[in-house]
């Protein structure tokens, strides 16, 4: 067996994810871990940040926390020998002393989502975020780590463009991290997974229902005025990201 294809996507919250992970988890040759440093995360928060996440005490008992324990994994043999493994990370969950060479192990990408929309269904659960907390911070510099040591960018999907073309976006996707497109990413099952996150009730509620990504529908809903300045930043990084925005076709 040669290495597997170790895919990570790299999203913020509130972001289509989790309909991702479903897409690629219903490949018959792909195994699929989701969001697997989330207890570290947890770990380095102060007891009233940590408490602002739904089933906290649930993530920290069923992760490792520290991230040198679950790197070694992401960076090892795939599940069950899968030739494809899809790693959903949540870019905050990056915490500043972490080292960032063991990602060049893995395709890198980068999911983003326009950050107002973002922002206010983030806010429903979370209602004061920093743009740390929506993750662009993270992703940007990660995504410059990646291209300065592979003298190119990596792949940067919109998640807008996905659910306007999900076959012709997933299809210019798995192009460029190297592996065929199976139609099988297109449609998936209802319900929960045996991969899902101790989380997933608190979160996942829209994706247990789906069968495959739904169209596109703008919201038009207002951010609140305290949060205006963390609009203007994630703005400006999105905006940085999706300078690079993989195309369909």
Not at 138 to 154: S, T
């Amino acid at each position: 067996m040669g290495e597997p294809v170790r895919i990570a996507m790299w999203s913020g919250p509130r972001n289509i994810s989790t309909a991702l992970m479903r897409s690629w988890g219903s490949r018959p040759d792909c195994a699929v871990s989701d969001e697997p440093l989330y207890a570290h995360y947890l770990s380095t928060l102060t007891p009233a940040a940590r408490n602002e996440h739904p089933g906290a005490d649930d993530v920290l008992a069923s992760q490792a926390r520290d991230w040198r324990e679950v790197v070694s994994v992401l960076t090892g043999p795939s599940p069950s020998g899968n030739p494809v493994w899809y790693q959903k990370h949540m870019a905050h969950h990056l915490t500043p002393g972490m080292d960032r060479g063991w990602t060049l192990a893995l395709a890198n990408v980068f999911l983003i989502r326009e950050p107002r929309e973002m922002i206010t269904s983030f806010i429903k659960v979370i209602p004061d975020p920093t743009p740390e907390d929506l993750g662009l911070p993270q992703q940007v510099g990660l995504f410059e780590f990646v291209r300065a040591r592979m003298d190119e960018a990596p792949p940067v999907i919109d998640s807008r463009d996905v659910l306007e073309d999900p076959r012709g976006m997933l299809g210019a996707l798995c192009e460029r991290v190297g592996v065929a497109f199976d139609e099988s990413m297109l449609r998936w099952a209802p319900g929960p997974r045996p991969e899902d996150g101790v989380w997933a009730p608190h979160w996942y509620a829209s994706v247990y229902e789906s069968t495959g990504f739904a169209p596109y529908r703008a919201k038009d809903e207002d951010i609140p005025r305290h949060l205006s300045g963390v609009l203007e930043s994630c703005r400006g990084l999105y905006d940085e990201l999706a300078r690079h925005r993989l195309r369909a076709g």
